[in-house]
């Protein structure tokens, strides 16, 4: 009899943690899927405004790149900010006001008439996109490291959804770009309702109710994959001094130097030097080039940050060795990418549409493998207790990059879009790829 008890609580206690792995596995599948919507939101207004910057700006002599200056300059400072507050600030307080400064940004960028109060709209988003990343990667440092993997495959989706969106609608339909981005308004309520489903257990309020003893316990999360191990002590949030947060900055230096560099490359090329090469024998508008040109981009983008995450489903022993920690030669690739646009637009020695496709699809590719393998090198200099502010920081490095090198761009663009009128006078209508009139906003030229 007492055999028979015996294997009956033996039965018992396999189905109890039977059921315990299943509802943790599953678990693990929220954690993820919510850290992918939440970059899938921190960038799919970010590149929509990108695409769309040739329409939003139609009529207007003006740079392109004046857009992505008013986009970035709010941006960067709220990732510059929201680092050193992270520890003050309530998550689900700052997840609100991210999705209230989207909403209200989009909807000024749509409705307003006055154009000042369309940069307001463009600058608040920015604001909300630059807190939401920051947000983001440093509440992916308290959950296994595939949340970070995950968050920057979101963000590469969002590139890519965002500027497939607004291509195919206003390219391949009879949308106007108005109402293409008006449709999108309510979408930033996605991080409320990701953030609410959002396991809280591994946030250190909750570890830091447990006894002491069981903060040192060193555990795993059951059913995991070698990328997903949690083989460290439980995550605990120490106060930072600013003595402290300054020397983690310092050790984390040669990154963020190398995202900068990367991003200056990246976004000239894509902002300041394609909008001067299009093709009259493609048989699009010039204005339709820009748009192929940033949707290529996107999707080499989009590969380039997912890739990781791909690997760790289908080979997670092999992961770790996918990562590159030598993030200087992606940004040598991406000097290399500028210079070729560059000497492209000056002499036209490319003739064919699909060249720059190919161009832009890598230059798109290595800026995502750039992004994805940063914040894995970034975990390499700094301690377990610093990665919350080393992780939000790390996203300023790329902001100021995009920033620097859309005020690069105001004078690029204009120096090589005036060089192609000069000495290309035949094809000087496709010297620049943009309306030369409002009526690309309101309505849709191809219907």
């Known amino acids: 009899m007492a055999s028979v008890q015996t294997m009956g609580d033996h039965n018992n206690l396999k189905a109890e943690k039977e059921t315990t792995a299943s509802d943790t596995k599953s678990l693990n599948w929220l954690n993820i899927s919510c850290f992918y919507i939440f970059g899938i939101i921190s ?124 291509t195919v609608l206003t390219t391949w339909t009879c949308v106007s770009p108005k109402i293409t981005m008006m449709m999108v308004i309510p979408l930033p309520l996605a991080v409320l309702m990701s953030y609410a489903l959002l396991s809280k257990d591994y946030l250190p309020d909750k570890s830091q109710n447990s006894s002491e003893e069981h903060k040192q316990v060193k555990y795993s999360i059951v059913g995991s994959t070698p990328d997903t191990m949690m083989d460290q002590e439980a995550p605990t949030r120490q106060k930072l001094t600013c003595d402290e947060m300054l020397k983690i900055a310092w050790k984390m230096s040669s990154v963020t130097i190398s995202l900068f560099l990367s991003f200056l490359a990246e976004y000239i090329s894509a902002v300041s030097v394609v909008t001067t090469i299009s093709f009259p024998n493609s048989h699009f508008l010039p204005r339709d080039h820009f748009l192929i040109y940033l949707l290529s981009y996107f999707t080499g983008r989009f590969v380039g940050r997912g890739y990781l995450l791909l690997f760790a489903w289908l080979l997670p022993d092999e992961n770790e060795f996918l990562h590159c920690n030598k993030t200087w030669i992606f940004t040598m690739l991406q000097m290399a990418q500028l210079t070729l646009l560059i000497f492209n637009s000056l002499y036209h ?99």
Request: aromatic residues 12%; hydrophobic residues 50%.
């Open 349 to 447: 020695f490319f003739t064919y549409i699909w060249i720059i496709i190919c161009i832009c699809s890598t230059l798109g590719l290595v800026g995502g493998m750039m992004c994805v393998n940063a914040p894995h090198a970034i975990a390499q200099h700094v301690e377990s207790e610093e990665r919350e502010f080393a992780l939000g920081l790390m996203s300023a490095g790329s902001s100021s990059g995009v920033l620097v090198g859309a005020l690069i761009g105001l004078a690029v663009e204009s120096s090589l879009r005036k060089h192609c009128v000069e000495h290309y006078p035949n094809i000087k209508e496709f010297c620049f790829t943009r309306y030369h009139n409002t009526t690309g906003w309101e309505t849709n030229i191809h219907c």
């Open 43 to 166: 960038f799919f207004n970010v590149e929509m405004f990108s695409v769309a910057a040739q329409d939003i700006l139609s009529g207007r002599d003006v740079p392109t790149a004046i857009l992505i200056t008013c986009y970035e300059g709010p941006l960067l400072m709220a990732k510059l900010v929201i680092p050193w507050f992270q520890e003050k600030i309530p998550y689900v307080a700052k997840m609100f006001f991210i999705a209230s400064f989207m909403i209200l940004g989009l909807s000024l960028v749509v409705f307003a008439n006055d154009f000042r109060a369309k940069i307001l709209g463009v600058m608040l988003n920015a604001m909300a996109a630059g807190a939401c990343e920051a947000t983001s990667l440093a509440l992916a440092s308290f959950y296994p490291k595939i949340c970070i993997s995950t968050f920057v495959a979101g963000t590469g989706s969002g590139c890519l959804i965002g500027a497939l969106y607004y």
